[in-house]
């Protein structure tokens, strides 16, 4: 039975995975590679809500319910994301975080 | 150890290696293959949980949708050999240091804070409680943030085709 996992231990792991995009987050500087650090982000907090939800209020579904709008946000984030990263390459050739310092239109 | 508890001590495992590979490696294309292994075990780790409307969103929309989307940008920006530079030291000591005392404090909170588990109740994760709450009204309907998420999903369509559109040139 899934009560044989403790709900520490998908805690556990959600933590790990937010903190290891975080740490994607800092440490790349293509921003490709940041939307993907993002998308781990955003995953890690799935997990946790998801495993309040079985576990601590198995006759709710708000949690699955959240969940399904952080999909949607995180979805309509990456489609404006890469649209937006298209039209830095078209005009400055580059999608390096030091290189893009200008909004201009 | 049961059957269910070993398959979710291997689906971490494969999270979280897959997942340290997609933020540490060199290369971009493999960075986002391994994004996609991540995704899958997410969307495995639901099943097992026993969602399996929002698992099968999950495949859909994350791995036939926005890792595609990744790819596709990576295709178009980048050389398919194209290798990432290395971060400098400093900056990779100073955020791991950070994200472990990050997490550091949140499992510290999490291992000694007693959950009140709940006892085994019927699992109501059907498409019929699903269909009937997220369009409910009344106590715990979710209409409203459904028609706001269906604005959203308007509004960054729209904002795309502005964005990425071609500008007409000029006559000069």
């Known amino acids: 039975m899934i009560e044989a996992i403790p709900l520490t231990h998908w805690l556990t792991l959600s933590t790990l995975l937010f903190f290891i995009g975080v740490y994607g ?4 500087s293509n921003l490709i590679t940041i939307l993907i650090s993002i998308e781990l982000i955003l995953n890690a907090v799935n997990i946790n809500l998801l495993a309040f939800n079985k576990y601590l209020y198995p006759e709710a579904l708000e949690g699955h319910f959240f969940s399904l709008f952080v999909i949607a946000v995180a979805a309509s984030e990456a489609a404006v994301a890469v649209a937006i990263f298209i039209n830095l390459y078209r005009n400055i050739n580059t999608v390096e975080v030091e290189e893009v310092n200008k909004m201009k239109y | 150890m049961n059957n269910e508890s070993i398959i979710f001590y291997i689906l971490s495992a494969v999270l979280l290696v897959s997942g340290v590979l997609a933020v540490t490696g060199r290369r971009i294309l493999r960075a986002a293959v391994f994004l996609l292994f ?3 075990s997410i969307a495995a780790l639901y099943f097992l949980l026993g969602f399996f409307f929002l698992a099968a969103v999950q495949i859909i929309v994350y791995i036939g949708g926005i890792v595609v989307l990744i790819i596709f940008s990576i295709l178009l920006t980048h050389h398919i050999e194209h290798r990432l530079k290395k971060p400098s030291l400093n900056k990779m000591l100073m955020s791991a240091l950070g994200t472990m005392v990050g997490a550091g404090a949140c499992l510290l909170t ?3 804070h007693p959950f009140p588990e709940a006892s085994n109740v019927e699992p109501i994760t059907t498409m019929d409680n699903i269909g009937t ?3 409910g009204f009344g106590e715990g309907g979710y209409v409203l943030p459904f028609e706001l998420i269906s604005v959203l ?5 729209i904002a795309v085709i502005v964005i990425a559109k071609r500008k007409e040139n000029l006559p000069s």
Not at chain 2, 153 to 157: F, G, N, S, Y
């Open chain 1, 25 to 28: 987050f800092l440490t790349r």
């Open chain 2, 38 to 40: 991540a995704l899958s």
């Open chain 2, 110 to 112: 999490i291992w000694n």
């Open chain 2, 133 to 135: 709450k997220m369009l």
């Open chain 2, 153 to 157: 999903l308007l509004t960054a369509m």
